[in-house]
């Protein structure tokens, strides 16, 4: 199914179920329409973000370049680069899995991929020093030693997998 057909279909749904509520109760109708709208309105600036941050990355890195520096033949160096590197963002997923399809699609290994995803939606090191200050210094420390080390390995195991099935 392509991705136009599938976003006629859901939205198809979702006006033939808002149209079954407001004809049931025409108050609790016209609540889920200003509902929907305000969310709509409220994300916006966000998605505009992610589409300008996907838009700027691809302008700035190559095809070439990410499959150079991220794909298999860069081995263990790119998956090490963006494990760190990944674990110094803090960003959340709906900003980080659409760059992680851009690196995807632009030659990035599967493995390294899933090391960015993990790591830059769960290893944030910036937020060490509120973390210290509310938690001590121990329990930060060992949060983003072992976010750090699961992304590794949800990044190794995938692309392990990966490796396998293909």
Not at 10 to 30: P, R
Not at 99 to 108: D, N
Request: hydrophobic share 55%; glycine share 10%; net charge positive.
């Amino acid at each position: 199914m392509n991705n136009l057909l599938f976003a006629i279909l859901v939205n198809g749904v979702i006006v033939a179920i808002w149209l079954y509520i407001l004809i049931k109760d025409k108050e609790k109708g016209l609540k889920a329409l200003t509902t929907g709208w305000q969310t709509i309105f409220g994300m916006l600036p966000l998605i505009l973000i992610i589409v300008g941050l996907i838009g700027l990355f691809s302008a700035f890195f190559s095809p070439e370049n990410i499959a150079n520096y991220l794909g298999d033949q860069a081995g263990w160096k790119g998956f090490f680069f963006v494990s760190v590197f990944s674990s110094f963002l803090q960003i959340p997923g709906i900003i980080a899995f659409p760059i992680a399809a851009t690196l995807y699609h632009g030659g990035a290994a599967v493995g390294t991929v899933a090391v960015f995803a993990c790591a830059s939606t769960m290893a944030s090191i910036f937020t060490l020093p509120i973390e210290m200050k509310y938690l001590g210094k121990k329990l930060p420390f060992i949060r983003v030693g072992l976010t750090y080390l699961i992304s590794v390995t949800v990044g190794l195991l995938t692309g392990l997998i990966f490796h396998l099935v293909s």
